[in-house]
């Protein structure tokens, strides 16, 4: 079976019906309008952005959505059809990550199934060579290899003039909305001589439709900061502004704890290879406010905590954070969530916003972490050797979750972004520069007026940011006050050893073994402390001071050679494809007003779950 082929997926639900129905009607009805609202055959706000979402993943994704609305009505009982579908329903798309998949059944069996309805035919017609077709393998700057839908056409746009139209002012400032306006570029870039037009109101319908139930979700909102947040969505969505999406975002940050709680907007740049075009996503979720009350103490106690980490040690500035740290370190809020709608292409265990690191360092910036994925089964530790294994099948659940609280909050979190805010007029102290403590030199870069941290690092800021945020994670699992705050001592099964696993050869070994195509992890559990975590220490440090005075030529050179793929490794990656366990779909619930209520509408976890689950959504 080859490694872009769908198995039968394992599925998960993501329940949110026990915290649901301990809101009042108001709060239901808020939560309702923003999730899920059918009125007359229409579907909007969160639910409503997955065509949008569709059109972003590839130009087959809708069209392989409506084919299967339209045969799933045929009732048709193939199990691996029914496995790819599900598969397409919850990733959004034929994509998973940044993979492409494909059915494990012939074009000939869903072309004979086709046949049922003449809209199915016609749609099956338009999409069946995309359904099959490889390459393109995975998502990327359109190649021969890969294929974007940001980057949408016949005929092939180069790196160049995509970053050439990137550096448009006029451009930089928008973002997709339901205008159907065109705006003329000239000259665009500093030595391409061109015109470039921007057409807007391509997603038009979605956003209009969005924007509807965000308006009628105001009419219930708690109070004017959650009305405010989703006004400057609708003016956003309505006109294309990022600064009217930004406003939101500052608003969205006060909005501590509530209830109900939600994400909407083009948010994570993954998708995009040149990394500067977010996807479009939408959460609605409910508090859960026994684990939000745990989650509390670790922002009560942040700087603490930083102030361990490997760029903080031995500082006196700031207090004893120094200069590569924000002032404001504690996120405005910090929450556990059941999801009650999480329509991504990608659904996140933990969750850092807002993107912007201006407002994250003057109005801070809010952590969930979204407890119904986190229920989740984890991996068979299928390579694992059999002498570690129970240990580490034992403790993981829990490892996992001290271990993506510390990611979210004080790896994402982390970190000052050193930068000449406006001509002349510097967020340090520009005539004493801070000592990089990688060379102990004065630094001599750093983010100039207007530059960003996505705008420098472009497609390497998503993958170092995350790298960096793990390893902060990895480096707190040994802190012994941290995991105190969650019942764990010396003596517990929880410790450091099976989260630091994953980044470094010191203290494991990888035997592989060609005759029976397999692989063996060892672990020297010995090592751990006293060789891997300096090591990732050092590897911490370089990522994070890189990123705060945006030395991209360094970064990149330093990622590189640590990134680099021997034979050896693809000669693992080869056994580990073979031998890959089956995708994680989820199955989410719906809501409808019931006799003047709201209730939660909640599906079997299984592939027919899945898929009943969207038929009744009507998008």
């Known amino acids: 079976m080859s490694q872009y082929t769908v198995q039968t997926p394992n599925v998960h639900q993501l329940s949110a019906k ?33 065509r949008l979402i569709l059109r972003q993943v590839s130009e087959e994704s809708p069209l392989i959505f409506d084919f299967i609305r339209e045969l799933v009505v045929q009732e048709h009982e193939l199990t691996s059809i029914l496995g790819y579908f599900a598969t397409c329903l ?14 494990a059944f012939t074009s000939e069996t869903l072309g004979i199934i086709a046949q049922r309805s003449t809209k199915a035919n016609e749609l099956y017609r338009q999409v069946a060579s995309a359904i099959f077709q490889l390459p393109p393998h995975g998502l990327g700057f359109p190649s021969a290899h890969a294929s974007s839908a940001y980057y949408p056409g016949k005929t092939l746009i180069s790196q160049q003039e995509i970053a050439m139209v990137s550096e448009a002012p006029e451009y930089r400032g928008l973002q997709a909305s339901t205008q159907q306006n065109v705006t003329t570029l000239s000259n665009v870039g500093h030595e391409w001589k061109g015109t470039v037009k921007l057409v807007g109101g391509d997603y038009h319908e979605e956003l209009s439709a969005i924007c509807d139930s965000l308006e009628q979700a105001m ?31 500052c608003t969205w940050v006060k909005d501590r704890s509530p209830k109900v709680e939600n994400i909407f907007g083009f948010v994570e740049s993954y998708r995009d290879p040149q990394g500067a075009r977010a996807e479009f996503e939408a959460i609605v979720a409910i508090n859960d406010p ?107 659940n829990w490892a996992w979750y001290l271990w ?11 970190g000052k972004l050193l930068t000449e805010t406006t001509p002349g007029e510097f967020n340090f102290e520009s005539h004493h520069p801070p000592i990089s403590p990688i060379d102990n030199q004065s630094i001599k870069i750093w983010y100039k007026p207007g530059q960003s941290w996505h705008g420098q690092f472009q497609g390497l800021a998503a993958t170092v940011e995350e790298c960096r945020a793990e390893l902060v994670g990895i480096c707190m699992m040994d802190n012994n006050k941290y995991l105190k705050l969650f019942g764990f001592d010396e003596k517990s099964d929880i410790t450091a050893k099976s989260s630091i696993l994953r980044a470094t050869t010191a203290c494991v070994k990888i035997i592989h073994t060609p005759a ?34 945006a030395d991209v030529h360094a970064c990149r050179a330093y990622f590189g050679d640590l990134s680099g793929v021997s034979d050896e490794v693809l000669a693992w990656r080869d056994v580990a494809v073979k031998k890959k366990a089956a995708p994680l779909v989820f199955v989410q619930g719906n809501t409808c007003v019931e006799d003047g209520g709201v209730v939660v509408r909640e599906y079997e976890a299984s592939v027919r779950g899945v898929i009943r689950s969207w038929m009744e959504r009507g998008v």
């Not at 919850?90 to 059915?103: A, E, H, L, W």
């Not at 559990?525 to 705060?548: D, F, G, Q, W």
């Open 18 to 50: 026990a915290l649901f129905e301990k809101l009042d009607l108001r709060e239901k009805l808020y939560a309702h309008h923003l999730s899920c609202r059918r009125i007359e055959g229409v579907i909007s706000a969160a639910w409503k952005g997955t």
């Open 90 to 103: 919850s990733n959004v798309g034929s994509y998973y990550g940044g993979q492409k998949f494909v059915p």
């Open 219 to 249: 009419k219930f909102a708690a109070d004017e900061t959650q009305r405010a947040t989703l006004s400057h969505y609708v003016q956003s969505f309505r006109t294309g502004s990022v600064d009217d999406y930004r406003e939101s975002q």
């Open 290 to 396: 026994e684990r939000t009350k745990l989650l509390h103490t670790v922002v009560k106690q942040s700087d603490e905590f930083i102030r361990t980490l490997p760029w903080a040690r031995e500082q006196s500035e700031n207090n004893g954070k120094g200069h590569f740290e924000k002032d404001l370190l504690a996120p405005s809020d910090l929450s556990s969530i059941h999801t009650l709608v999480y329509n991504s292409s990608i659904i996140f265990d933990g969750i850092n916003l807002p993107n912007f690191n201006d407002i994250r360092q003057d109005c801070g910036f809010k952590n969930v972490i979204v407890e119904t994925s986190l229920t989740a089964p984890r991996s068979k530790a299928a390579f694992i050797d059999v002498a570690s294994r129970d240990a580490f099948q034992r403790s993981e």
């Open 404 to 414: 993506l609280i510390a990611h979210e909050t004080l790896g994402h979190g982390s």
């Open 516 to 549: 029976s195509n397999d692989i063996h992890v060892q672990i020297d559990e010995s090592t751990i402390l006293t060789h891997a975590k300096p090591a990732l220490e050092n590897m911490l440090l370089r990522l994070h001071v890189y990123r705060c005075i």
